[in-house]
């Protein structure tokens, strides 16, 4: 005997909830009967991301910081320009229409420059002020946000300057809050995010260059269930954990009696999936260095 020498089975969207409905006692019949499901699986998207640490959706992102600027999104944004060339690094841009306004922190192309998140939206079409150079520009294409507020947290941060990493710690909202001069500058050594709709990184000290990159892995949200074709931005260990809490999520529009049964399976299957999905470093615990004092 042979055996099949693939392993590439997945699932696509419609299987998913051709599975789920099975495991409630139900067939599949109606076009509303996908959408609903289809409803509830992005839903159990929602509750993966409360219930901690989904280790596939890490992502590194690298911001170049600017002078006199402290906050940054927590991701990549970016306006669309016909040209970029005459703005400066570090000052504030206006939109005509719009009123838009936000802080350039870097230009990474001639018709592209990195912003903070702008106050307002940018129109396409706009015209856009330099506040300091007085240049100006047209918008190409209306700001797209969706990376940035795909980020659910921050895991760890550090800055680089000339080649060489340096932590950096997390605040917590009222220790930021209490920091007495917040226009202090220097390399900074400390942050905290904002979770906003749009999340903001806020970081301390105000950097006092250029060229620092602030590098920070995010967690961020699972791809959505859009088209029934789909597979499913999970990895291969977490299918069965999928199909149950779909099936559980499904209980409880079309068969409650077994809402009891199928939670009790979504949670297994739940509590075996994160503890695979566990960092395997290993876990060392030093004393403290300090002296009480008497």
Do not use: H
């Given at each position: 005997m042979t055996t099949s020498n693939s392993k590439n089975f997945e699932i696509d969207v419609a299987e998913y909830i051709e599975e789920a409905f099975e495991r409630c006692g139900l067939e599949l019949r109606t076009g509303y009967d996908l959408k609903t499901a289809k409803r509830s699986l992005n839903l159990l998207f929602a509750d993966w991301a409360n219930?901690?640490?989904?280790?596939?959706?890490?992502?590194?992102?690298?911001i170049?910081?600017?002078?006199?600027?402290?906050?940054?999104?927590a991701g990549t944004l970016t306006l669309s320009v016909s040209a970029s060339g005459s703005f400066s690094v570090g000052e504030t841009i206006t939109g005509g229409t719009s009123a838009a306004t936000a802080i350039i922190t870097s230009k990474p192309t001639s018709s592209s420059v990195a912003t903070t998140v702008p106050v307002g939206t940018f129109s396409s079409g706009e015209t856009i002020t330099g506040g300091t150079s007085a240049a100006t520009t047209t918008v190409s294409a209306v700001q797209d946000l969706s990376d940035v507020q795909s980020t659910i947290d921050i895991l760890s941060a550090v800055v680089t300057r000339d080649?060489?990493?340096?932590?950096?710690?997390?605040?917590?909202?009222?220790?930021?809050?209490?920091?007495?001069?917040k226009t202090q500058t220097g390399r900074p050594n400390q942050f905290f995010l904002d979770r906003q709709i749009t999340p903001v990184l806020k970081i301390w000290p105000v950097p006092d260059n250029n060229t620092d990159i602030l590098k920070f892995n995010r967690l961020t949200r699972i791809e959505d269930?859009?088209?029934?074709?789909?597979?499913?931005?999970?990895?291969?260990?977490?299918?069965?954990?999928?199909?149950?809490?779909?099936?559980?999520?499904?209980?409880?529009?079309?068969?409650?009696?077994?809402?009891?049964?199928?939670?009790?399976?979504y949670e297994e299957e739940m509590i075996r999936a994160m503890e695979e999905d566990r960092d395997r470093a290993s876990f060392k615990i030093s004393p403290p260095t300090y002296r009480y004092g008497a």
């Open positions: 219930r901690g640490l989904n280790q596939w959706t890490i992502d590194q992102t690298s170049t910081v600017a002078s006199g600027v402290s906050e940054y999104p080649g060489t990493d340096f932590a950096i710690s997390r605040l917590s909202r009222s220790e930021f809050l209490n920091i007495p001069t269930a859009d088209a029934f074709t789909d597979t499913i931005d999970v990895p291969f260990r977490f299918y069965p954990c999928l199909a149950a809490g779909l099936a559980y999520y499904l209980s409880m529009k079309k068969n409650p009696q077994m809402m009891g049964m199928l939670k009790s399976i």
